[in-house]
């Protein structure tokens, strides 16, 4: 899933490129509202997060453009503006969601998790449910339940589950679960991947420390046995 980032303060824009790779998104980025036209023509995003004072052209008014060809696209507003006439002159243009500067990390994530839920529901894209030992795993609605409890995942979370679970049996090396599911080339460093596995057996294994869903591999990777 593609999302198209509009913000001209790059510490920001930078910031929020780190959280949305880190979910496992594919990023389009701008640095004015110009850009962000060129770029949402070009990239077709999935949805998009779009400063509202930008150079060039305005967020409000890239919206607009948008909205004239594209009334369904899920956009983000990204504003210093926390005014109500602010917000609801967003929400009359369409805007999804509205989210005020300065913002933490978690309120993003769960934004744009909430929009990533409607997208993957409008999908025609087959995203079935499926179980993995005492879990069963929903991907439209990025979430897992454990013993009737329901776990919020991420994109990536979710496709790390999806990877092992059709391949299940299969002792899957870390080259592959990168390239699957992070979409690049693997650089021979596995920081990144064992990390992500360790905070997902945080989420859904009775015993992180004994895991029965993703197991390791010993000397190649990880692995689900079915």
Known sequence: MKVLIAEDDVLIRE????IFEDEGYEIAEAANGREALELYSS???????LDIMMPEINGYEVCKEIRK?????????????SQEEDKLQGFDLGA????TKPFGIKEVIARVRAVTRRCLKKSSTSNECFKMAKISVNPKGLTCTRNEEIIELGLRDIKILQYLHSHANEAISRQQLFQSCWGMEFMGNTRSIDQKISQLR?????NPQEPKIIQTAHGVGYIYKD
């Open 69 to 81: 060809t594209n009334p369904d696209i899920p956009i983000i507003f990204l504003s210093a503006k």
């Open 43 to 49: 990239e077709k995003p999935d949805f998009i997060c």
């Open 15 to 18: 910031g929020l490129i780190d």
């Open 202 to 206: 945080k989420l859904i294994e009775d």
């Open 96 to 99: 999804d969601d509205y989210i």
